[in-house]
């Protein structure tokens, strides 16, 4: 497991590559999909985090939400200051704050 530092970049280059990923979907406990981050240029830092956190944590629980929330650095502040403007970090707000966890699906291309 990494040890985040407070710049997105940095701890991006410290992550497991994302080769190979066609997208990741996240999975609600009831089984539907709540969300899909693709593997597409403005999406690729976050399909990145959260692949990592599968393999970190094996679910998106608080646990795995909180490292999540260290991992993206600064861009964390600034999606608390702007709700909904970093919808992939809002989620990990939301997950910490409800305790409610998903399964993230790590889908191959």
Same mark, same amino acid.
């Given at each position: 497991?990494?040890?985040?530092?407070?710049? +997105? @970049?940095?701890?991006?280059?410290?992550?497991?590559?994302?080769? %190979?990923?066609?997208?990741? !979907?996240?999975?609600?406990?009831?089984?539907?999909?709540?969300?899909?981050?693709?593997?597409?240029?403005? @999406? =690729?830092?976050?399909? @990145?985090?959260?692949?990592?956190? =599968? =393999?970190? +944590?094996?679910?998106?629980?608080?646990?795995?939400? !909180?490292?999540?929330?260290?991992? +993206? %650095?600064?861009?964390?502040?600034?999606?608390?200051?702007?709700?909904?403007?970093?919808?992939?970090?809002?989620?990990?707000?939301?997950?910490?704050?409800?305790?409610?966890?998903?399964?993230?699906?790590?889908?191959?291309?």
């Amino acid at each position: 497991m990494i040890e985040p530092g407070a710049d +997105f @970049k940095e701890n991006l280059g410290l992550l497991p590559a994302i080769d %190979g990923v066609t997208r990741i !979907e996240l999975v609600d406990g009831a089984g539907a999909v709540v969300a899909t981050i693709e593997n597409a240029p403005g @999406k =690729q830092g976050s399909l @990145k985090v959260y692949q990592y956190l =599968q =393999q970190e +944590f094996g679910a998106l629980n608080v646990a795995a939400a !909180e490292h999540g929330l260290l991992v +993206f %650095g600064e861009h964390t502040e600034d999606a608390c200051n702007n709700p909904g403007a970093h919808p992939n970090i809002d989620r990990l707000i939301d997950v910490v704050s409800s305790g409610d966890a998903l399964t993230i699906n790590v889908i191959a291309a």
